[in-house]
C-alpha cells in the first residue's frame, strides 16, 4: 500500500510540474524514478498545500469588502420615522465617523450606547451611525428608551438592504467600524470596547 501510494504522490507531482509530459510519460517516470526519496515527496506535497493555503488567502474573494473598500460605506438606513432614508451622502463633510452595529436586544449593545451616552460632550465632533438588522419597531423602542433624539449627532436606523453585516462580515455584536475625517477606515472592533479605547481610535 505505501508503495502505491508513493508512485500516485511522484505521478501527481510529475504531472503537475511536467507540462510536456503525457500522464502516461508522468506515471512511467514515477514508476522509474527511484532516486526520489520519500521525504522529498512529502515536503513536495507539504509545499503545495501551503501554496494553495497562500493563494486562498490572497484571493480578493476571500476579503471582507471593508478591507478591499477601507471607506465608508454605501449603506441605506430607513429611521425610526419610518419614512425618513439616511445615506452615507447625509454625512457631515471633514467630520470623523463611527458606525455601529447592534440589536436592541444586545445587552453589550446596550451597555455600549450607556457609555457613549455618558461621554457624549466627548463625541460632539463625531458622527455615530447606529444600524441594525432587526425589526424596524425594535429599533424605534430603542431609539426611546434612550431618548437619542436629543444628540444631533447620533443617527439610528434598519439596515434596508441588509448590505453591513456582509460588507463587515461581522460575528459578533456590537461592532464598531471608525472611519477619520477624509471617511478613510482607521479600524474595526467586534464587541463591546471601553469608551476611552473608542475615543483613542480618533486620536
Do not use: W
Request: glycine share 2%.
Amino acid at each position: 500500500m505505501m508503495k502505491r501510494c508513493s508512485i500516485l504522490c511522484r505521478f501527481f507531482i510529475l504531472h503537475k510540474y511536467s507540462r510536456k509530459k503525457s500522464p502516461a510519460q508522468s506515471l512511467t517516470f514515477a514508476f522509474n524514478s527511484s532516486n526520489v526519496s520519500m521525504q522529498k515527496l512529502i515536503a513536495a506535497i507539504i509545499g503545495l498545500l501551503l501554496s494553495a493555503v497562500i493563494n486562498a488567502q490572497a484571493d480578493p474573494a476571500s476579503t471582507p469588502p471593508y478591507k478591499r473598500f477601507p471607506s465608508v460605506p454605501p449603506f441605506k438606513l430607513l429611521k425610526t420615522d419610518s419614512v425618513s432614508v439616511f445615506t452615507k451622502a447625509d454625512l457631515k463633510k471633514n467630520r470623523p465617523v463611527l458606525v455601529i452595529l447592534f440589536s436592541p436586544e444586545c445587552d453589550h449593545c446596550k451597555h455600549e450606547t450607556e457609555e457613549i451616552i455618558r461621554r457624549i460632550d466627548d463625541f460632539k465632533k463625531i458622527q455615530i451611525v447606529m444600524a441594525t438588522m432587526m425589526p424596524l419597531n425594535t429599533a424605534r423602542q430603542f431609539y426611546e428608551e434612550y431618548e437619542l433624539a436629543r444628540f444631533e449627532n447620533i443617527t439610528v436606523g434598519k439596515d434596508m438592504d441588509n448590505l453591513l453585516p456582509t460588507y463587515y462580515a461581522i460575528n459578533n455584536l456590537p461592532f464598531l467600524a471608525f472611519y477619520d475625517k477624509k471617511g478613510k477606515l482607521i479600524d474595526v472592533f467586534e464587541g463591546s470596547l471601553p469608551v476611552e479605547k473608542v475615543l483613542g481610535k480618533f486620536e
